[in-house]
């Protein structure tokens, strides 16, 4: 199996895979055109990437691609449409980064509390300015609001608690009995919630559902001089409506992410909201950036390729049908044999009968197997007939109806 990595990436995982018979590219300034001509060029099966854009092009380029690893959290950089089109598979490494993304988290949210930047800054200019900086407000006792409890708005609240904070949370998935378990309190909606936190932080994946689901209407029910964090996605916020929160509320702003982000490690960066007027600090989309959680996104992200070299499949798949249009079931038991599924197949072939899912499942000792063919719709007793006696080596055929 040929692997190209076109990230930075743990040493010892491109060892481990070299190691499981994996012959390895590793060249990690790949972007554009460049990654394009690279899967071509290596003829790569799998394709390892961190924050590089995977885009349409790059996909149709791939006539030997099957799997595409994002090394990370959130797919938002690779086209998995495109990807789904050519039944290439997409796979992620979710909450190895969340202890990271926490602790960012908190920079954050600390930093404008204190006013650490303008702090440093003062001191830097020979500037000696106490009695303004004395001024924080400070965490204890404050209210918490966690937009989206997965395993970082999770690891959020677990830190927010060793700080005594107050915590409260939305999450479409969230019940009252969740969050008692977990020393929380549920917001019935995200109205709600802004109108009750005195910072609001946003934790939730990038989709079509959480487009803007922070807008204008959320920032207005926030208290004047509240703080939002936000270490997530920038497709979650409406940044221009957040730009003119910042001023009319005097909210202190903590940001990772951003609409327009530059698609390499390093370039010119001109997003407005920085400079909007107000206390705004931001980081250069560096949540899952600590060494801890690149080697756990390493390891992953090698154990996913290993399966799927074992297995054929793919854990932690984003693109696979929720639910196949499959709704019979055809199950064929066989010796196991040469020939004997391009029988079956050919039958059903021949019945314009589409096969949606198959497996093989081969019974210990090997001698036999069984294999589960799921079809569109039925196929009638003269074709389970003709698979049953067609083939010497076929035991006995069945049909079933998948249960909704």
Not at 76 to 95: K, M, Q, W
Request: aromatic letters at 4%; glycine letters at 8%; a neutral charge.
């Amino acid at each position: 199996m040929n692997v190209l990595i076109a990230d930075r990436f743990e040493e010892r995982g491109i060892e481990d895979l070299q190691r499981h018979g994996c012959e390895v590219v590793y060249e990690p300034t790949l972007a554009s055109d460049a990654l394009r001509d690279a899967i071509q060029r290596t003829g790569c099966t799998v394709l390892i990437v961190r924050s590089t854009r995977v885009t349409e092009p790059m996909l149709s380029a791939a006539s030997r691609l099957n799997l595409v690893v994002r090394a990370g959290a959130g797919v938002n950089t690779i086209d998995t449409r495109a990807a789904s089109l050519r039944s290439i598979l997409v796979a992620n490494c979710p909450g190895k980064n969340a202890v990271a993304v926490a602790e960012l988290t908190f920079a954050l949210i600390l930093g404008l509390d204190r006013r650490v930047c303008e702090n440093v800054e003062d001191l830097r200019q020979g500037r000696w300015n106490k009695k303004e900086y004395a001024r924080a407000r400070g965490l204890k006792g404050r209210t918490l609001g966690i937009v989206g409890l997965g395993r970082i708005g999770q690891a959020v609240a677990e830190r927010a608690r060793a700080f005594e904070m107050h915590v409260i949370a939305w999450s479409r998935s969230l019940t009252a009995d969740r969050a008692a378990q977990w020393g929380l309190v549920r917001c019935e909606d995200l109205s709600e919630l802004a109108s009750r936190c005195d910072i609001l932080t946003i934790h939730l994946a990038s989709t079509p559902q959480t487009k803007h689901l922070i807008d204008e209407s959320i920032l207005n029910r926030l208290q004047p001089g509240s703080y939002v964090i936000n270490t997530s996605r920038a497709e979650v916020l409406d940044y221009k409506a957040l730009a003119n929160a910042i001023q009319e509320r005097s909210l202190r702003v903590g940001l990772d992410v951003y609409p327009d982000e530059p698609g390499s490690g390093a370039g010119d960066f001109n997003d407005r909201i920085i400079k909007a007027d107000g206390l705004v600090y931001g980081t250069h989309h560096i949540g899952a950036s600590t060494d801890q959680a690149q080697k756990a996104i390493g390891a992953e992200a090698v154990r996913i390729v290993l399966h799927y070299l074992r297995t054929g499949r793919v854990d932690h798949c984003v693109n696979l049908c929720e639910r196949s249009p499959a709704r019979h079931l055809v199950v064929v038991r066989h010796q196991n044999r040469p020939g004997v599924l391009a029988h079956a197949l050919d039958v059903i072939r021949r019945a314009g009968v589409n096969v949606e899912e198959m497996e093989n499942v081969i019974c210990e000792g090997a001698e036999a197997a069984c294999a589960h063919i799921k079809l569109d719709r039925p196929v009638s007793e003269a074709v389970l007939a003709e698979i049953q006696s067609g083939h010497e080596h076929v035991i006995g055929v069945s049909l079933f109806k998948i249960a909704d």
